[in-house]
């Protein structure tokens, strides 16, 4: 049995960092805890989002829980399987004239080259064909 892969998205873990206890933690740690193994992950492209973030607006209280929550996880560089799959993400969305923002779609490229579920709150993401999604902001799964 092959462990799922979430790779988290910056809401999702700008949500852990703000409310550690809150339902995003709570569906995280049920994941971790489930009889099927999982490893949670993220990308290069959240982490530059939640640096910027933090740059931007100053926390030493989100800064001290971005450190733990990046020491918790692996954030994973795009590597040369990523493209192929921006540039198919991005063509098809332009066709269908609903794009998305270039981050994002490199957000969902980087899920499918990893064949990773892709963990946010981003309505968006569900236009992306073949990316598996879920939502942990809400209560209901």
Request: glycine content about 4%; hydrophobic content about 45%.
């Amino acid at each position: 049995m092959s462990a799922e892969t979430y790779l988290l998205d910056t809401n999702v873990i700008s949500h852990l960092m703000a409310k550690p206890e809150g339902v995003v933690a709570q569906r995280y740690a049920a994941r971790l805890l489930a009889d099927q193994p999982c490893q949670m992950i993220t990308s290069v492209v959240v982490q530059c989002e939640l640096l910027f973030g933090l740059t931007k607006k100053p926390s030493p209280r989100l800064q001290a829980a971005y450190d733990i929550q990046m020491a918790s996880m692996s954030v994973l560089p795009l590597d040369d399987t990523v493209p192929a799959h921006y540039a198919t993400i991005r063509a098809h969305l332009e066709r269908q004239g609903t794009p998305i923002g270039p981050n994002d779609t490199l957000i969902a490229a980087h899920a499918l080259a990893l064949d990773a579920t892709l963990v946010s709150g981003d309505a968006e993401f569900a236009r992306v064909p073949g990316l598996r999604v879920e939502n942990w902001l809400t209560f209901a799964t």
